[in-house]
């Protein structure tokens, strides 16, 4: 038998390695190696791996899970040298290696995919673990799984994440809500990896229950509304002054040196510069003109409706795209009909101040529409969203960071409870400086016979707002005389209804 046991344990590492030695014979009788890890991902694709790779770059001990081991291997193999990264091909071996609390990340496809790696990970897992969906979940799901969290017996949360591939490398803009201890929990770490604005991280607490996934997806829906502005002033440009590749790229770059800088703006000009590699000429001309979707824009949509709040810039965006894809019907419509001239006669250079005033008007006007629907949501759907944060957060490593956004975070961090930010004087004055150049190019666009829709739907959203009378007196007239429905008084209190005709 072995005595005199003597024990060499290794510290100030994540790797806790214990080494039982038996002094009599020398001989070695086990060797225990505990890892304690500080976060993990569940789902390995490229948000998932760069994401994990950032926590490690930024100090924290990671642990990957995939069930394909290539993509386990291609995790280790790309982590900076020096930090500590180790990829798992099953769930009890990764839930093993953290640390308590457990903190954990879901970056998997929407939908069952959540709730069958949920099923599969809530026996492994204690009641003050922190489980987040970090995908693009409807927000109705997370708000089912959160009322589902009390007998899964860990903190679960729905987060928000934009940036894209590089971002979730180098630094994305995260929108967390849920349980706010569970945000306390993992705010070092998300701080620690979040993008930068001024000297702060692109992370906050977005408020209760989905509030973080409703953050998100209402931040899709821009997305949507100002790749569509985009779009149409690039048809105006192209169809409408036969503007090349290379003058689109010098006008959108120059656009991207002042008051119009954003992310998008950027790559829209590297996107005309663009050669093909299988054809002579720029990619952009080889493109099929269908857009493609996830659902975001139309959750967003949808969600408006039902609270009643206007949105028509992002609803244009979507149902563009939707008419995108009637590419047969679009082709056999274009021989029945003649459409009027695509030409558009006025000079370039006063054209194009009148473009970049109606980008700078409608973007106003659809990043008003969507911090309007938010504020709306925050109070009817209970999620008491912090409207500066969402805008704070937004200002670095999203995809719809732009300069403005420093604009709207100071006007919604003076006036937090402002039901639109068209309602702030500090607001009032770039859209009365640049609403007569969308009015002009909508004017242009609808002669030319080029669709316009979200820069039209941006004109229309304004002129109805700033209108303290609408014909809708007429519409409630109706509604009285078919359905009885009743209507109000301009010139007394009360409910009424009249017997018409």
Same mark, same amino acid.
């Given at each position: 038998?072995?005595?005199?046991?003597?024990?060499?344990?290794?510290?100030?590492?994540?790797?806790?390695?214990?080494?039982?030695?038996?002094?009599?014979?020398?001989?070695?009788?086990?060797?225990?190696?505990?890892?304690?890890?500080?976060?993990?991902?569940?789902?390995?694709?490229?948000?998932?791996?760069?994401?994990?790779?950032?926590?490690?770059?930024?100090?924290?001990?990671?642990?990957?899970?995939?069930?394909?081991?290539?993509?386990?291997?291609?995790?280790?193999?790309?982590?900076?040298?020096?930090?500590?990264?180790?990829?798992?091909?099953?769930?009890?071996?990764?839930?093993?290696?953290?640390?308590?609390?457990?903190?954990?990340?879901?970056?998997?496809?929407?939908?069952?995919?959540?709730?069958?790696?949920?099923?599969?990970?809530?026996?492994?897992?204690?009641?003050?673990?922190?489980?987040?969906?970090?995908?693009?979940?409807?927000?109705?799901?997370?708000?089912?799984?959160?009322?589902?969290?009390?007998?899964?017996?860990?903190?679960?949360?729905?987060?928000?994440?934009?940036?894209?591939?590089?971002?979730?490398?180098?630094?994305?803009?995260?929108?967390?809500?849920?349980?706010?201890?569970?945000?306390?929990?993992?705010?070092?770490?998300?701080?620690?990896?979040?993008?930068?604005?001024?000297?702060?991280?692109?992370?906050?607490?977005?408020?209760?229950?989905?509030?973080?996934?409703?953050?998100?997806?209402?931040?899709?829906?821009?997305?949507?509304?100002?790749?569509?502005?985009?779009?149409?002033?690039?048809?105006?440009?192209?169809?409408?002054?036969?503007?090349?590749?290379?003058?689109?790229?010098?006008?959108?770059?120059?656009?991207?040196?002042?008051?119009?800088?954003?992310?998008?703006?950027?790559?829209?000009?590297?996107?005309?510069?663009?050669?093909?590699?299988?054809?002579?000429?720029?990619?952009?001309?080889?493109?099929?003109?269908?857009?493609?979707?996830?659902?975001?824009?139309?959750?967003?949509?949808?969600?408006?409706?039902? %609270? #009643?709040?206007? !949105? @028509?810039?992002? =609803? $244009?965006?979507?149902?563009? *795209?939707?008419?995108?894809?009637?590419?047969?019907?679009?082709?056999?419509?274009?021989?029945?009909?003649?459409?009027?001239?695509?030409?558009?006669?006025?000079?370039?250079?006063?054209?194009?101040?009148?473009?970049?005033?109606?980008?700078?008007?409608?973007?106003?006007?659809?990043?008003?529409?969507?911090?309007?629907?938010?504020?709306?949501?925050?109070?009817? %759907? #209970?999620?008491? !969203? @912090?409207?500066? =944060? $969402?805008?704070?957060?937004? *200002?670095?490593?999203?995809?719809?960071?732009?300069?403005?956004?420093?604009?709207?975070?100071?006007?919604?961090?003076?006036?937090?409870?402002?039901?639109?930010?068209?309602?702030?004087?500090?607001?009032?004055?770039?859209?009365?400086?640049?609403?007569?150049?969308?009015?002009?190019?909508?004017?242009?666009?609808?002669?030319?016979?080029?669709?316009?829709?979200? %820069?039209?739907?941006?004109?229309?959203?304004? =002129? $109805?707002?700033?209108?303290?009378?609408?014909?809708?007196?007429?519409?409630?007239?109706?509604?009285?005389?078919?359905?009885?429905?009743?209507?109000?008084?301009?010139?007394?209190?009360?409910?009424?209804?009249?017997?018409?005709?």
């Amino acid at each position: 038998m072995c005595r005199n046991k003597n024990f060499f344990v290794l510290k100030n590492s994540p790797f806790k390695i214990v080494l039982h030695f038996y002094g009599s014979n020398n001989c070695l009788n086990t060797i225990k190696m505990e890892q304690q890890f500080d976060f993990a991902m569940i789902g390995l694709g490229v948000m998932g791996r760069n994401l994990l790779l950032n926590m490690a770059d930024n100090g924290f001990a990671v642990v990957g899970f995939d069930t394909d081991a290539s993509k386990t291997s291609a995790l280790e193999s790309a982590a900076t040298v020096g930090t500590t990264v180790k990829g798992v091909n099953s769930l009890e071996a990764m839930v093993a290696l953290l640390k308590k609390p457990r903190k954990m990340i879901l970056l998997v496809p929407a939908g069952k995919p959540v709730d069958a790696v949920l099923t599969s990970i809530q026996p492994l897992l204690s009641p003050e673990d922190v489980v987040i969906d970090g995908g693009n979940s409807h927000y109705t799901d997370t708000l089912r799984r959160i009322e589902a969290q009390s007998t899964m017996g860990f903190h679960f949360m729905g987060m928000g994440i934009s940036g894209g591939e590089l971002g979730a490398r180098t630094g994305p803009s995260i929108m967390p809500g849920g349980n706010y201890e569970a945000y306390l929990n993992v705010q070092p770490v998300l701080e620690a990896i979040a993008a930068k604005a001024n000297g702060e991280p692109c992370v906050a607490y977005m408020g209760k229950g989905a509030a973080g996934h409703y953050v998100k997806m209402v931040h899709n829906g821009i997305e949507y509304a100002i790749m569509q502005l985009l779009a149409e002033v690039y048809d105006l440009l192209q169809h409408g002054q036969g503007y090349t590749n290379e003058q689109l790229h010098q006008l959108f770059r120059q656009w991207n040196e002042g008051d119009l800088q954003s992310y998008l703006m950027e790559i829209t000009a590297a996107i005309f510069l663009q050669k093909d590699e299988l054809a002579e000429g720029e990619l952009l001309d080889s493109i099929l003109d269908v857009a493609g979707s996830k659902g975001t824009g139309k959750w967003t949509s949808q969600s408006a409706m039902d %609270l #009643g709040t206007a !949105i @028509p810039v992002i =609803d $244009a965006a979507v149902t563009m *795209r939707s008419i995108s894809g009637l590419k047969t019907n679009r082709i056999q419509a274009a021989g029945l009909y003649s459409p009027p001239s695509k030409a558009i006669a006025i000079e370039p250079e006063e054209f194009e101040q009148q473009l970049h005033d109606a980008l700078v008007s409608a973007i106003i006007i659809c990043y008003a529409q969507g911090l309007a629907m938010l504020q709306k949501a925050s109070t009817e %759907l #209970g999620f008491e !969203i @912090p409207l500066q =944060d $969402a805008v704070k957060v937004w *200002r670095q490593g999203c995809i719809i960071r732009s300069a403005m956004l420093e604009l709207f975070y100071t006007v919604c961090s003076q006036n937090p409870s402002i039901s639109n930010i068209l309602l702030d004087p500090t607001i009032v004055r770039p859209i009365q400086a640049s609403i007569g150049g969308l009015r002009s190019v909508v004017i242009a666009a609808t002669k030319a016979g080029i669709p316009s829709m979200a %820069l039209s739907n941006a004109l229309n959203y304004f =002129d $109805a707002f700033v209108s303290d009378k609408l014909p809708l007196n007429l519409t409630q007239a109706q509604r009285d005389f078919f359905g009885a429905h009743t209507y109000q008084r301009l010139d007394r209190e009360g409910i009424f209804h009249s017997h018409w005709g």
